[in-house]
């Protein structure tokens, strides 16, 4: 965990150096953050049995995600890009509840192929799942996989591209793997609206 912060602020530092203002005027430096939902396919046998459960047993369930992070311009269709990641995937009923958290910190480039506001990222993700859980006779419990070394791919399109200035809605989704240890992954599917500061 030490050794990924200190690449995050290794990068953070050359990204900022090797930074620059874009032909159009654009922030080299900027923030970013974005809100959507999806969906988490679960690799472990235990919470698919878990999940499977809460739904033939009519659990309400809310799903939401989101990131916040910035972007650093290297080139006019290359960025820098650092979020952090929270997709939450949420079972109640009465009482009993099952909230399961996903976090993940992620580094990576983002780059725009030249077809408008189209682009294409891939980040290193590195994140755990949490889950927080009180149903029937059990416990309540807190339980978290391993920290997991996983990536993350998306595609945005940027209604605003090209403008100067101002905060650019941006509609994207991704896929993120994630290991959890003991031989098992977490993929999970997202939609979102991002708003990126230019």
Not at 89 to 100: M, N
Not at 137 to 160: H, I, M, P, Q, R
């Amino acid at each position: 965990m030490k050794r990924f912060f200190a690449m995050l602020v290794v990068f953070l530092l050359v990204a900022g150096i090797f930074a620059k203002e874009s032909s159009s005027n654009t922030k080299a430096i900027g923030a970013q953050f974005a809100i959507g939902s999806g969906y988490m396919f679960y690799g472990d046998k235990q919470m698919k049995n878990r999940v499977s459960d809460m739904n033939s047993r009519d659990f309400s369930r809310f799903i939401l995600g989101g990131d916040v992070g910035m972007y650093a311009k290297l080139t006019d269709n290359a960025e820098f890009i650092a979020t952090t990641d929270l997709f939450s995937d949420l079972f109640w009923k009465s009482k009993e509840y099952c909230f399961i958290f996903d976090y993940a910190f992620n580094i990576g480039l983002r780059v725009y192929p030249g077809l408008g506001g189209l682009s294409c990222a891939l980040s290193y993700a590195l994140g755990r799942r949490t889950a927080v859980i009180d149903i029937d006779d059990e416990d309540n419990d807190v339980v978290s996989t391993k920290w997991g070394n996983g990536f993350k791919c998306a595609v945005e399109y940027d209604l605003k591209y090209g403008t100067n200035g101002g905060i650019a809605p941006v509609i994207g989704t991704y896929w993120r793997h994630m290991p959890r240890g003991y031989d098992t992954s977490d993929n999970i599917l997202s939609v979102y609206l991002r708003f990126i500061a230019r």
